[in-house]
Every structure is written in structure tokens, then in C-alpha cells.
């Protein structure tokens, strides 16, 4: 126990939870990870102990070892925030008996994370019901895609039985649909908003419905291959993905990472920081109808584009990292170059946003789609989201990775929990990853870009965070013998959309979009309008699918 | 419509200096690069389509034949023109004689080697090299070899 140092809360909490399991009590400390292994029934009152410390509830991994263990494992992964300790708490089920009581009553976060692993894993949760999210509803039951016995060759054959809707006639309930086609946005995402005389009464979410088990094909992948993988997860915060898998690989193998590489991450993470958030403050301009506003914002972007271009090689997905540092180098000519713009960009930007705080279209965003304080700590929201809800949450600053521990900067706070408070967040960062850029630039190191004379380790595990633009990137992995055993990421959107219900409740349906967008999932408006029954016991939550409606003309 | 200098586009090889070792077909992370075994030849086949421009090829290419372009405009209307095939002869092995290798790679090899090292062995398939080995082993142990063909 005297490896945790200062750690005094954390050892106290140690010793709370070692108590309560008694004699048997198996905990293991690595570094900065302390894995303890749960009996299925105290897991309740563990998760309990860790919720009265403050636990931050990361997030939750699923991982098949029915191969060399013949068992499940559970992994419940948490964050001290104060003493940057994750608890990792690990529940061992047997093949027979896959069963494990629920733990989203306790912690909302955790609600999502059970339902795909019941789709995906087939673990079954007790106390409570597991609708499916991931796989869609014609997909066979007894099939788990991300068992290890589940070969990718293996075809399955949905079949739509839409025999089973049917048209009602109208009453005082009406049904929006938003998504998941839509001609302006990309993301196939799915809102349904029950309206009531114009306020929204109930949200349901459907989505997933381009999942790729990206995780099972890493699988069968290389491990410098997958790092290109990683990059492809999202179009915008790609390289993130890459960064923070490569920072997984980098712990468990234990790399040194050369210092120059890693101010070259910084600046390219920044850059990208830079490109999502000014697509994403044009995107809202033109939502609240300020068109000037879009076209002058994506202006300066493609200055940012071109910078990237200049650094990277490519404008967009980087394509950079390998485990161990990154593929090209900086020179003098770059950097002046860089700079220049960046100046100018800065200039242009500080005109543009003095000039469009002003416009009577913005006022719309004040007090709309309000996130409160107490209800965002229940939620796991995290990123712009957290920070506009009062939440002082930012990897860069409670968990340095990179080249964040040498640069000082500012994490923009704001209270409100309103639309105008997430735009002000971003605002306000943009105006910080500049600074930042500067530094860095100036004081980058000499040095190799890329450390050599390294190992694979197998059986080991490791868990990195990255702040993406939208929030904070979370990547699990275990390596194997030559590759990936397990890889688990969990995106910011994923945290954040569990808590778009709250904002949603309540408001007016006309700023139920602006409250979509301003979580930055990227989903926008959709014009079919269907109506539905209303039962008088509760909403009746069925759609008509497309084909229904198609096979009548 | 232009690009910077740094701009990575397709990369390009050539068929001259190639010798068909493949590693830009072990390296690809988005498998835009495959092997094509014929019975006389070899093609590496390169799909634009499937390509991510990393030029993860062009670094590790160890006789410099891949070098990048900032060319990234590829659209047409015959498919076929986003294929780019390099067709190699390969060597029949001369004990059991499948084909097992580009003839380039075996006169590159031997051009690299010192002069004293044994020539002969080098137009020998894997498979056969092994049961070779076997032989020898077997015969200095004293033990009947079965002939495992």
C-alpha cells in the first residue's frame, strides 16, 4: 500500500473497499491504475463507496476470455480526479451463468454501456431491461457479434416484418421526427420529440445505425495499422483517436515517447481543435440564421486547412502517429509560415466574433436548452457540454498528456448551462488553442520524432485519455500476443447524448434543434412530421417505418 | 485547383526499380496494395479506390521505387483506371519446380550478396530448402529419410 505516496484519499478508499470485501481481497497497483477484483454480489455496495468519494465514472468494457479463462470480465472503470488514480474494478462471471445486477440506477453514465453490452457481449443485467441499442430489431437474438467465437464471415440475413405498423389517426400528441436522412447533415442519428402544443414533452433516441465493429476488426489487424484505424472512427476529431491509442500502446509497452514528437502532437491536435470548432460555430451561425456569420467563419477555416496541410501532408485525418512518435517533421520554413497565418487568422477572428455576438439572431441561443449543474454531475457528460454546465472537467489540465504540462492556459468556465454558454465555451477555446499554437511553435525541441528500440508486451492493460474537441476520448486496450486483444473506445458524443433529454424537456420545439446541435453531434433538421396515438396512459412509442409509408404511394 | 508542396497525393511506382518483395503489400493499413499469384507470374495490383494516401508505402520501400505525387484528382468513367498492376516473371524452384519467386527480387539478391556465398541454393523453393535441411540432419544422424514428396 505505501506505493500509492500522497495519495491519501485514495489509500483511505482502499481501505474502505478491502474492508468490505474482507479476507479475500485481491487488489493489484500498477502505477497510476489500481485494479480490484469484485465479487459479483458486493459489486453494488463497492460502486456505492466509490460514488461517495467522488468517482468519476469513466467508462465500462466488456472483454471475452472464454479462451484462456473460460469466463467474462467486467472492467468498471473510474477516475479519482483529485489524485488522478483510475480504480479499475474487475467482475469475473462464468460462461454458465451470465448474469450480473445493474448498476445504471446508481450511475446514469453506466445505462448505455450495459445495453450494448447486452446486444454485443450477451451478458444479461438483473434489475432492470436491457432494450436493445445497437443492433437493430430484425437482427436474430442468441448472436453475439463480439464474442471471440464470432467468425466476421459470418452472414446473417435480416428480415423487416412491417406488417406490424399501422397508421392511427390524430390526437393531442404529435411525434417529430428528426434524422436519420437528412440532406444537410452526415450523421445517421434519429430524434423522435413528443409535442405537446409546441413544447416538448419526451425525447426518444434511436441510433447506431452505422456501427462497424470497428473494435472487432482491429482484432485482426497490426498494431501500428490500427493507429490509421483509430483515425477513421470520426471525420473530425480523428486525430484524437490516433493520438490516444498510440498513448495506450505507449503505456503498456513503455516507450519513451522523444519530446519533439510530442510537441508535434500537441500542435496537431490543436490545429484540429481549431478546424471542429470553427465547422462547428459556422454550422450554428447558419442554424440561427446568421449566414454572414458562416461564410466569414469558413473563410478563416480553410486558412486552418491549409495549415494543416502545410504540417500533416493531408487536410483532413492526418494519418501521423505510429506507436512511438510521428512521421514527419517540422522546419524553420514551416514554422514562420505557420505563424504568419496564424496571426492573421487571429485578427480576423477577434473582427468577426465582436461583430456577430451583437446580431439580434444570437440572443435566441440565451436560456434555451438549459443543462443544470446538479443534473449535469449526474450524467456523464464531458467536454464544452461539462464546462457550460459549471463542471471544471479538462484532461489537458487534470491529466497532462503530450506537451499540455509545459504550456499554461486557461479552461473557460461558464455557469448557465444554456446554448449561449456552449457557444461562449467554444469561443472562448478557440481564442486559447491559438496562444497555445504560438508557444508551442516557439519552443519546440530538437530531437528524433520517433523512438526506436522498442518491444510488444503482451497480456497488458491500459486505459488513455485525450480532450477531443467535443469532450474527452477514452481508449481501453489489452494487447495480445502479437496484436489487440480488446479495444475499447468511447467517443464524447456517446457521453454527451445521454443527457440531451434533460436540455430538451420543456423547450419550445423551435429550440430543440439549436439544443441538438450545440452538444455538436451533427444532426439537423428533418421535415416528415408523423402522428401517432395517444393511448391516455402514456405515449405510445411506435414509428411507421419507411417502407410503410413508401408501399401506400 | 492547387496544393501545398507538402500535399500527399498517390503515390507512384516504378516499374523499373520495383523487384516485387512485397513489403508495401505487408505494410498497407487500408490493403489498397494486394498480391496476385498467377502460374507464371506475379501482379501487385494497386487500387486507387482503397487507397488512404499515408505513404506508409513510399517510407518503407526498400529499393526507393515508390515515390509520392501531389496528384489527388482520379475521377473517370472506366473503372479499370483506378487499377495500377506491375506484372512480374517469377523463378520456377529448381527441385520440385513451383513458381515461388519475382525473378527481379532473386538477380537483386544475388547482386547484394558477397561473391563466396553458395548461388545455387538461392532458385530453391522454402518447402524444399526444409526438406533439404531434413535430409542432411537425417543423414549425418544415420536415420532413413522418407522422401516426403
Excluded at chain 2, 520501400?61 to 483506371?81: M, Q, R, V
Amino acid at each position: 500500500m505505501d506505493m500509492l505516496g500522497s495519495g491519501q484519499i485514495t489509500f483511505k478508499l482502499i481501505n474502505n473497499i478491502s474492508e468490505k470485501i474482507g479476507k479475500n481481497s485481491n487488489i493489484i497497483i500498477n502505477g497510476k491504475n489500481i485494479f480490484i477484483y469484485v465479487n459479483k454480489k458486493m459489486l453494488r455496495d463497492i460502486i456505492s463507496i466509490l460514488i461517495n468519494y467522488n468517482a468519476i465514472p469513466i467508462t465500462m468494457v466488456a472483454y471475452d476470455k472464454s479462451f484462456d479463462l473460460g469466463k467474462f470480465q467486467l472492467y468498471y472503470i473510474f477516475f479519482l480526479n483529485k489524485e488522478k488514480y483510475f480504480i479499475i474494478l474487475i467482475v469475473e462471471i462464468n460462461y454458465n451463468d451470465l448474469k450480473v445486477s445493474s448498476v445504471a440506477d446508481l450511475i446514469k453514465g453506466f445505462d448505455w454501456h450495459e445495453r450494448e453490452i447486452h446486444d454485443l457481449m450477451g451478458i444479461e443485467f438483473e434489475g432492470r431491461v436491457t432494450p436493445r441499442l445497437i443492433l437493430p430489431n430484425e437482427y436474430p437474438h442468441g448472436i453475439y457479434p463480439l464474442r471471440k467465437e464470432f467468425s466476421e464471415n459470418f452472414k446473417i440475413l435480416l428480415q423487416k416484418n412491417i406488417d406490424n405498423y399501422k397508421e392511427t389517426g390524430a390526437e393531442k400528441i404529435m411525434i417529430v421526427p428528426i434524422g436519420p436522412y437528412h440532406p444537410e447533415l452526415l450523421e445517421p442519428i434519429r430524434f423522435e420529440l413528443c409535442l405537446k402544443n409546441d413544447v416538448v414533452v419526451d425525447v426518444y433516441h434511436e441510433g447506431f445505425m452505422a456501427h462497424r465493429g470497428i473494435e472487432k476488426i482491429s482484432e485482426r489487424l497490426n498494431y501500428d495499422k490500427v493507429s490509421f484505424l483509430a483515425e477513421r472512427i470520426c471525420g473530425i476529431c480523428g486525430f484524437c483517436h490516433s493520438v490516444c491509442y498510440c498513448q495506450a500502446v505507449e503505456d503498456a509497452c513503455m516507450i519513451e515517447v522523444p519530446e519533439r514528437a510530442r510537441f508535434i502532437r500537441s500542435i496537431l491536435l490543436e490545429v484540429e481543435r481549431l478546424e471542429s470548432h470553427f465547422l462547428w460555430l459556422a454550422d450554428f451561425f447558419h442554424l440561427c440564421g446568421y449566414d454572414k456569420g458562416f461564410l466569414e467563419i469558413f473563410k478563416i477555416r480553410e486558412k486552418i486547412m491549409i495549415l494543416a496541410e502545410l504540417l500533416s501532408g493531408s487536410r483532413k485525418t492526418y494519418g501521423l502517429n505510429l506507436p512511438g512518435g510521428v512521421r514527419k517533421d517540422l522546419n524553420p520554413d514551416k514554422v514562420k509560415k505557420f505563424l504568419e497565418i496564424i496571426n492573421e487568422v487571429e485578427e480576423e477572428y477577434k473582427k468577426i466574433i465582436v461583430e456577430s455576438l451583437a446580431r439580434p439572431e444570437i440572443d435566441l441561443l440565451k436560456g434555451s436548452g438549459i443543462l443544470p449543474y446538479s443534473e449535469a454531475n449526474s450524467y456523464p457528460v464531458v467536454g464544452p457540454v461539462a464546462r457550460a454546465s459549471g463542471i471544471n472537467r479538462d484532461v489537458r489540465k487534470d491529466d497532462p498528456y503530450a506537451a499540455y504540462q509545459n504550456v499554461s492556459f486557461k479552461v473557460p468556465i461558464y455557469t448557465e448551462g444554456d446554448n449561449m454558454a456552449r457557444m461562449m465555451v467554444r469561443i472562448e477555446e478557440i481564442y486559447e488553442s491559438i496562444n497555445m499554437l504560438k508557444y508551442f511553435l516557439d519552443n519546440v525541441p530538437q530531437g528524433p520524432i520517433m523512438a526506436e528500440n522498442w518491444e510488444w508486451v503482451p497480456n497488458k492493460i491500459s486505459i488513455k485519455r485525450v480532450e477531443a474537441p467535443r469532450g474527452e476520448n477514452v481508449h481501453f486496450i489489452s494487447t495480445g500476443i502479437t496484436k489487440l486483444d480488446r479495444w475499447k473506445v468511447r467517443a464524447p458524443t456517446y457521453a454527451n447524448i445521454q443527457a440531451l433529454p434533460v436540455m430538451l424537456k420543456g423547450e419550445n420545439i423551435k429550440n430543440a434543434l439549436l439544443t441538438i446541435m450545440s452538444i455538436d453531434p451533427c444532426i439537423a433538421c428533418t421535415e416528415r412530421v408523423t402522428i401517432l396515438n395517444f393511448t391516455g396512459n402514456g405515449f405510445k412509442v411506435s414509428t411507421i417505418p419507411f417502407d410503410a409509408l413508401t408501399r401506400r404511394g | 485547383m492547387f496544393v501545398t508542396e507538402e500535399f500527399r497525393g498517390r503515390p507512384l511506382v516504378d516499374p523499373e526499380k520495383c523487384v516485387g518483395c512485397g513489403s508495401c503489400i505487408l505494410v498497407c493499413p487500408a490493403g489498397a496494395r494486394r498480391l496476385i499469384q498467377e502460374e507464371d507470374r506475379y501482379i501487385l495490383r494497386y487500387f486507387i479506390g482503397q487507397c488512404i494516401f499515408c505513404w506508409r508505402c513510399v517510407e518503407i520501400c526498400p529499393e526507393k521505387a515508390i515515390s509520392g505525387t501531389t496528384e489527388f484528382f482520379f475521377a473517370t468513367d472506366n473503372w479499370e483506371d483506378l487499377f495500377i498492376d506491375i506484372k512480374h516473371k517469377t523463378v520456377k524452384c529448381s527441385y520440385c519446380g513451383k513458381t515461388f519467386v519475382p525473378q527481379k527480387l532473386i538477380i537483386n539478391t544475388k547482386n547484394k550478396l558477397p561473391s563466396e556465398f553458395d548461388f545455387d541454393r538461392l532458385d530453391i523453393c522454402p518447402d524444399c530448402k526444409k526438406n533439404i535441411g531434413a535430409l542432411k540432419i537425417s543423414i549425418s544422424r544415420g536415420i532413413a529419410y522418407e522422401d516426403r514428396k
